[in-house]
Structures are given as structure tokens and as C-alpha cells.
């Protein structure tokens, strides 16, 4: 095991919340080689030819914030993808569908009044500037995302009328510190913010990568409905959602010769 990575250029790092999550991808590294770094184990290794390094975050905003930083600080990635589950908002999605985050927001930010909650980002501490409510994935990802997922090994998806391929959307995910059980939260999320999914990590990722100016892109593979059924499903379709999430990033690794960074 050795602590200083050296940091080569065009890494390629990939986070996800649990372990299961990013397992399948650490499976697929060649040339792997571990590091621990505040008891944090970071893999890197070769993934269709590319640098790439992998972690798991924890959950949470705060677990996925101090993870990114630490990877950022030793590993100085050219661009960051968080790849997992997620609780669907748009009631088009079913478990195993995927959602490429175009952007995401915290929404369990901002100042609640007698009216609800007005979102509201903090400044960045950086630069002292407002950071966005919305925070942007970069355009060339979030078309490589689009890209792979027309080439991924997906698992098919059980339906009413028979098995068939995730629905892939360009979309927003949205991220709190709560897991959301709710019918109620979800028509709220997607009324007021227009939400495709809900999850606890990725605004989190988004606004390191904001702050320190690293290209990253969400992507999300839908586990539940995030109603009252949302702890039942998300045991029964963890799986299928993580294993379709991941697939889609190891595309993205195979076509990653395209990439042009575009907005940030
Ligand atoms: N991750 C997976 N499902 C979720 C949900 N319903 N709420 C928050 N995070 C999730």
C-alpha cells in the first residue's frame, strides 16, 4: 500500500456513495494499485485504457464533500463522475432508469419562511462569490454520458409488457441529507425544482467541483420511487440500479478519446 499518488495527467476519477457502487467498476481496473489517505481507500488503475482512480464517499452531503476534496488534493483529476442510485421524482421512471444530471441543486438549502423554503446557494469560500442554486455538469460529459449510454451492456428492465432497455433522460438531480420516503417531498421537489431524481451526495461533489473549477457530471440509476415504498424497493432493485449506473460510466470510459470539456 502507498500513501503520495503520483499525479499524472487525464485521470479520470469516479465516486460513488457505498462500496457496492463503484465495486464493479474497481473490478474492471487493470493495473490497480491502492491508496489510504485519511483511512480513505483510493484505487487507481487502467479502465478501457484510461487513467482513472475510484473511491466511495459514505453517504451524505458531508462524507461526499471531504471525500472529493481529499481526492482532488492527491489526485488532481481532469474530471470527476459520481455514479449510483437514486430515488425517482419523475414519475416516467422506473428502477434501473438512469438520469444524466444536466444539473443538480441542494434541496435543503436556503431559508425557510412561514411561506416553506427559499433556496439559496452559499458563497463560494474560495472566492467569496454566491454559488448558483443550480450547479452545471460540464457539456462534453453530459454528452459522453449521452454517447455510452447508446453503447452500454445494460440489464434489461421487467415491465408490465416485457423486458426492456433503461430509459436514459437529460435531467436534474436534486440532493439532501435525508433519505425522502414521501409522496408529498417528491411533488414538492419536482413542482418547485423540477426534479428528475433525488439522492444524498451529488450537489455536494457538484459544488467542490464548482469551486475548485473540476469538470463532473452526476449520473444516477433509479432504485425507488421515493414514496412510501421507497426502503422496500430500494433493497430490491440496489442492484440492477448500481450495475446500470456503472455500465453506463464504463462506456463512458471506452469513448472517453472524444472528450472536450465544454462549460466548466
Ligand atoms: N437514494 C436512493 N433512493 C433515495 C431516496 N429515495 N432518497 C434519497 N436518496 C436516495
Not at 81 to 97: C, H
Not at 116 to 125: M, Q, S, Y
Not at 180 to 207: F, H, N, T, Y
Not at 251 to 259: P, Y
Request: charged fraction near 25%; hydrophobic fraction near 45%; aromatic fraction near 6%.
Amino acid at each position: 500500500m502507498e500513501t503520495e499518488p503520483a499525479k499524472p495527467q487525464n485521470t479520470t476519477a469516479i465516486l460513488g456513495a457505498f462500496q457496492a457502487e463503484v465495486a464493479l467498476l474497481e473490478d474492471r481496473l487493470a493495473e490497480r494499485k491502492e491508496y489510504t489517505i485519511e483511512s480513505i481507500r483510493f484505487v487507481t488503475g487502467t479502465m478501457n485504457g484510461r487513467g482513472a482512480v475510484i473511491v466511495w464517499t459514505g453517504i451524505g452531503k458531508v462524507n461526499a464533500a471531504m471525500t472529493t476534496t481529499l481526492l482532488i488534493e492527491h489526485f488532481k483529476p481532469r474530471e470527476i463522475i459520481f455514479t449510483g442510485i437514486a430515488g425517482g421524482v419523475n414519475p416516467t421512471l422506473q428502477p434501473g432508469d438512469i438520469v444524466i444530471a444536466e444539473k443538480t441543486a441542494h434541496h435543503d438549502m436556503g431559508t425557510i419562511w412561514p411561506e416553506g423554503l427559499f433556496f439559496k446557494g452559499v458563497k463560494n469560500r474560495l472566492t467569496g462569490i454566491q454559488n448558483p442554486v443550480f450547479f452545471r455538469a460540464d457539456s462534453g460529459l453530459v454528452e459522453l454520458a449521452e454517447l455510452a449510454g447508446g453503447k452500454a451492456a445494460f440489464e434489461k428492465i421487467e415491465t408490465t409488457e416485457g423486458k426492456r432497455l433503461p430509459k436514459i433522460l437529460r435531467g436534474v438531480v436534486v440532493t439532501g441529507d435525508v433519505f425522502v420516503a414521501s409522496e408529498e417531498k417528491c411533488l414538492d421537489l419536482r413542482k418547485r425544482l423540477d426534479a428528475d431524481a433525488v439522492e444524498m451526495e451529488g450537489a455536494a461533489v457538484a459544488q467542490i467541483c464548482h469551486q475548485r473549477q473540476v469538470p463532473h457530471v452526476v449520473i444516477r440509476s433509479i432504485s425507488d420511487n421515493a414514496n412510501a415504498g421507497a426502503i422496500v424497493d430500494k433493497q430490491m432493485f440496489y442492484i440492477l440500479a448500481a450495475k446500470n449506473s456503472s455500465s453506463l460510466v464504463f462506456e463512458m470510459m471506452a469513448q472517453a478519446g472524444i472528450l472536450s470539456h465544454g462549460q466548466e
